[in-house]
């Protein structure tokens, strides 16, 4: 795959993929396409036939395997990624009539670099779960697609401060605005029934729908600004969600183009913003489950661990030039140059020195520039899945990702040619 065929995915991908859910799904479709058999958690495996297969649990992670031959024999290569990101998330009860505007009440999931949400063109999407006619309880995954909501900045001339020292309430400011009542409805102080409106999307989106009420939900705001190559010279892609959606679909294509030689898996977890502890957080049972299904015995299972290894891929912070000395001179990972291999003496992240140079090997043999990055002895360090996996599984483990700056604002920045690297480095990998 040449980068502009890349990139192209990568923004599709992204646009695609506004939740957890909607990635999965992306991902779904991609793999049904290139011939992948979908595996049920539910039913009986069988796991003597090699061949090419993927796994979902919460609708929201994904574990994709290509089975060529015996795992204890030979491991499995595998690459790990997360398909949540920082949002607000509608409360259950979220209906607020304030001074005739209709609000939405939100949680904060994640770390979400809050001031970039202000001034933009907010849209909603995720899962709802109806009872149907007969009274089944149904998931379905919807999305307002188009900008229904927006959380305006207070005015500078009634926040003289905003610019010295600005800080956001997160329950009083954060609520975004859908509508302003009619005055009839505003003296009546009466709202839009916020599952009603849900009913009403989701027979707009599958007029065949047999639904009665929508009884819960998980949604998130989004940007609809559609993802984009910006730059003088078109360095740099621009979106929401680059953290972890590019490692995403970099694992995931490079697997797809992989082949059937080798025994090759991508694990994409969800819940890594908020700490991994979940069915289907990196802390879960999820990958360790499907590896045990796929070894006969515990023995088979310690022997397959010892002959794998997982690289996992999660953004890293690039060096910005504004803010230079937030990175230490030496280890400041530079936008275009390379995937990074994270490293921290105190296992905030699971690379060592074994598996730093086997994926800088790989590097070169991939014709791939690659960085090292070590957060300021002075500074607490950040984490990703890969400890927490390496200590699920045993397998051994490497933390890599592509410099980005902006990490967890609404809209990211990395590099035009980082996550092509990091696809050629996966691709040899694989190979
Ligand atoms: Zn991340």
Redesign the pocket.
């Known amino acids: 795959m040449q980068d502009t065929e890349y990139t192209d995915g990568l923004l599709k991908f992204l646009q695609a993929s506004p939740t957890p859910f909607h990635a999965v799904a992306a991902m779904k479709q991609q793999l049904d396409a290139g011939g992948f058999q979908q595996l049920k958690e539910s039913e009986i495996w069988d796991t003597n036939v090699p061949g090419r297969y993927y796994v979902c649990r919460n609708d929201s992670a994904i574990i994709v395997f290509t089975l060529a031959n015996d795992p204890a024999e030979n491991g499995f290569r595998m690459v790990g990624?997360?398909t949540?990101?920082p949002c607000l998330k509608v409360k259950p009860n979220p209906e607020i009539v304030n001074k005739g505007y209709f609000q939405l009440g939100v949680e904060v999931y994640g770390g979400v670099l809050l001031n970039p949400w202000f001034d933009r063109d907010l849209s909603l999407a995720g899962r709802i779960s109806y009872v149907n006619k007969q009274q089944q309880i149904i998931n379905e995954l919807i999305d307002f697609e188009t900008a229904i909501a927006t959380i305006p900045s207070l005015a500078i001339h009634l926040d003289r401060e905003a610019n010295e020292s600005h800080s956001i309430n997160k329950q009083t400011q954060l609520p975004p605005i859908l509508m302003k009542l009619p005055d009839a409805e505003k003296h009546k102080k009466a709202s839009p029934d916020f599952r009603e409106l849900l009913l009403k999307l989701l027979k707009k989106e599958h007029p065949e729908t047999d639904a009665e009420k929508v009884l819960e939900y998980e949604l998130m705001f989004y940007d609809v600004q559609p993802p984009a190559v910006i730059g003088l010279h078109q360095d740099f892609i621009a979106a929401a969600r680059l953290?972890?959606l590019l490692?995403c679909y970099t694992g995931l294509i490079s697997l797809i183009e992989a082949g059937e030689n080798a025994n090759c898996l991508l694990v994409c977890n969800d819940h890594?913003?908020v700490g991994s502890v979940s069915t289907s957080g990196a802390s879960g049972s999820f990958l360790k489950s499907v590896l045990n299904r796929l070894c006969a015995s515990p023995e088979q299972y310690a022997r397959m661990v010892d002959g794998s290894m997982l690289i996992s891929a999660?953004?890293a912070h690039g060096i910005h030039p504004n803010f230079a000395d937030r990175h230490d001179n030496n280890h400041g990972p530079v936008i275009n140059q390379g995937p990074v291999i994270k490293i921290n003496a105190n296992q905030r992240y699971a690379s060592n020195s074994e598996t730093s140079a086997i994926f800088r090997h790989l590097c070169d043999q991939a014709d791939v520039p690659v960085q090292s990055f070590v957060v300021r002895t002075d500074m607490a360090c950040?984490s990703?899945?890969g400890p927490l996996a390496a200590a699920e599984t045993g397998v051994r483990t490497i933390d890599v990702?592509v410099p980005t700056f902006a990490?967890h604002s609404i809209r990211e920045l990395a590099g035009r040619w980082d996550g092509y690297y990091l696809y050629r480095a996966l691709r040899e990998y694989f190979k």
């Open positions: 990624a997360h949540d990101s953290d972890n490692s890594e913003e999660d953004n950040g990703t899945i990702g990490m």
